[in-house]
């Protein structure tokens, strides 16, 4: 009897196991998708992107509520902060490409980790897949626009990558170092050249 309690908590532990790992695995950016056949605008900012979304999932995959809440000093951001931070840049990032306002101040509902990463992984991912199937000159003409209340402004899409592209590239490494810190490193596996992990 003893061994058949054992069978089913490690064939239990298996199941759900392999439901976590599926669960990640239909996320978007698991891996980085298949380079453009052609160079283009849009086909270069749509491969930073997914370049992004690769590192994104990989830094934030399985961090810890111990992870969540650190932060190397206390004038510093939480990780949890930081990820806020990193969904509004992505939010940025897709109104961005789709020449659509962001609105300020933001009005986020709550969310639990699991469906702020899930959120800011399919922000990226739209994206991505915009630029993929707009026509040539679509960058040309997109800017970044902030609008607050009756006042707005505009921005032209290079602010785009030196601004939240950059800086949301920025942000990640940040990540990667604090879950190092915290005792949860990045999995060894991770190869940001490839665009894909060892398992």
């Known amino acids: 009897m003893r061994n058949i309690l054992i069978i089913a908590l490690f064939l239990g532990y298996c199941l759900s196991a392999n439901a976590q790992s599926n669960d990640m695995k239909a996320l ?13 605008e849009e086909n270069i900012v749509a491969r930073m992107i997914d ?5 994104y999932y ?32 992505s939010e940025t990032i897709l109104n961005g490409v789709k020449n659509q306002p962001n609105i300020r101040p933001a009005d986020r509902p709550e969310r639990s980790f699991e469906e702020q990463r899930a959120q800011t992984l399919y922000y990226l991912k739209e994206a991505s ?25 505009e921005f032209p899409f290079w602010n785009m990558l030196n601004g939240p592209i950059a800086d949301a590239i920025y942000h ?13 490193p990045l999995d060894a596996g991770v190869n940001v050249f490839m665009g894909k992990t060892r398992e």
């Open 58 to 89: 990989w830094a934030t995959k399985d961090l810890r509520p111990e992870d969540l809440a650190y932060k190397p000093s206390e004038d510093s951001r939480m990780v949890s902060e930081t990820l806020d931070h990193l969904l509004g840049l």
């Open 129 to 153: 897949d915009y630029l993929r199937s707009a026509k040539a000159g679509t960058i040309a003409e997109a800017k970044i626009i902030f609008q607050r209340g009756d006042r707005s402004s």
């Open 172 to 184: 990640v490494g940040q990540i990667v170092a604090f879950r190092r810190a915290s005792g949860n």
């Open 28 to 40: 978007p950016f698991h891996q980085i998708p298949d380079a453009p056949d052609t160079y283009s």
């Open 51 to 55: 370049g992004l979304g690769y590192r």
